[in-house]
């Protein structure tokens, strides 16, 4: 049972918001701790995911690191896969939908360059892993999720565990919040096959949208979509991930 489960997993290291491995410092987290599940020691476990997963591999903003060591991502995986809640690599959550590694977290994080007083736009909310770790850094977080049962537990979940600060609506987030928007920041977790228009439109100009584009399966390129100040769009690439694709209803 418990190499099926582990083979589960590491075939899921290739299936949503992941790296390739040959970026950076491989991965050094192995097997799935053996212990029973009451004595792990996650605070000791998200130290070492941030050190070893995420430092490692070049994240620097301290902000962003001391969010990763904050938010207990224990909570956003299913019970079933607590334990290997640290490891480095994505974990299934509800509705075939996956909860992204760790290092992607903090690199989309970073790389939106988020301020205390901004407001940003998630679109895929998925299990409010991502949503709760860009909390800790600006002021409100508003997240869409495409599967309205997926909103319904992920809202639950972020007011269960006091993150006020975000806010969750079931919808098709191609379309963006415009009521809410313009952001200072937008984040999207799905691989898109092209730059959805309305989200560039819902970026404030000088900020930053992040999302993984693509029209193959098997990988996207994250890329950061920046609005210059006088409004026109400047596109850098970054590297190639694998997310769960963006869906249209
Ligand atoms: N950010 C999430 C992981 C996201 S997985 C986390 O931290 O856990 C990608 C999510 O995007 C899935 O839940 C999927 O249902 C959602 N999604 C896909 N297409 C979407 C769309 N058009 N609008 C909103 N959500 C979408």
């Known amino acids: 049972m418990k190499k099926l489960l582990l083979a589960l997993i590491i075939a899921l290291n290739v299936s949503c918001g992941s790296a390739p491995a040959d970026r950076g410092a491989a991965s050094t987290q192995g097997t799935p701790s053996a212990r029973p599940r009451q004595d792990i020691d996650f605070e000791q476990a998200r130290r070492r995911m941030v050190e070893e997963q995420i430092e490692a591999r070049g994240v620097t903003d301290s902000r962003v690191l001391e969010a990763m060591s904050r938010v207990p991502r224990h909570e956003y995986v299913p019970e079933r896969y607590r334990a290997f809640a640290y490891n480095d690599n994505p974990l299934p959550i ?130 950061v979509v920046e609005k210059l100040p006088g409004g026109e769009v400047e596109i850098r690439d970054n590297i190639r991930v694998r997310f769960v694709p963006f869906r249209r209803n």
Do not use: C
């Open 94 to 223: 509800e509705f075939e939908q996956t909860i992204s590694q760790p290092y992607i977290v903090a690199l989309m994080t970073e790389l939106l360059q988020p301020e205390p007083g901004d407001r940003i736009l998630e679109i895929g909310t998925g299990s409010g892993y991502q949503a709760a770790v860009a909390a800790e850094l600006v002021s409100e977080v508003y997240s869409i999720e495409i599967i309205p049962e997926l909103a319904r537990s992920a809202a639950d979940r972020l007011e269960r565990l006091g993150v006020s600060n975000v806010f969750v609506r079931a919808g098709d987030g191609y379309l963006g919040w415009p009521e809410q928007g313009p952001f200072d920041g937008i984040l999207v977790t799905a691989g898109a096959e092209h730059i959805p228009e309305p989200l560039v439109e819902q970026l404030k100009p000088g900020a930053r949208m992040i999302i993984p584009v693509g029209d193959s399966l098997s990988f996207q390129i994250l890329r």
